[in-house]
């Protein structure tokens, strides 16, 4: 089995940053594109940024220039530092991953429960 563990999140002044991570555990052989989304009340989940295995970034629009993704694959780890952080960034943001358990594995989708980030006025 497979498991995404986010840690991090919490409340954090406009303008402020805050750094959240995810690890992924259990019978790993592979680790493909990893993610992070968000979805905030009344909203649609949206991808917030996105890093493959071989390091190609995306980012929504809203956050580019504020917001960084990165990840480390041999602890398969993906992190998401939030700098400049507005109201409207509030949400909770959930861990994505890509992850097959041997390697004629099927790619397999994996979420991790999610972490609150609540950014104040």
């Known amino acids: 089995q497979v498991q995404l563990q986010e840690s991090g999140g919490g409340v954090v002044q406009s303008g402020g940053s805050l750094r959240i991570a995810c690890a992924a555990s259990?019978?790993?052989?592979?680790?493909?594109?990893m993610a992070w989304y968000r979805q905030a009340p009344g909203q649609q989940r949206e991808l917030v940024a996105s890093?493959?295995?071989?390091?190609?970034?995306r980012y929504a629009d809203s956050v580019k220039g504020r917001f960084t993704i990165s990840r480390n694959n041999a602890e398969h780890t993906v992190s998401l530092q939030m700098d400049m952080l507005k109201p409207e960034d509030t949400a909770v943001y959930s861990c994505?991953?890509?992850?097959?358990?041997?390697?004629?594995?099927?790619?397999?989708?994996?979420w991790g429960q999610g972490t609150q980030v609540t950014v104040s006025p």
């Open positions: 259990g019978t790993i052989f592979n680790v493909d594109d």
């Open positions: 994505y991953a890509q992850i097959r358990s041997e390697w004629h594995g099927e790619r397999r989708d994996y």
């Open positions: 890093v493959t295995r071989r390091g190609n970034l």
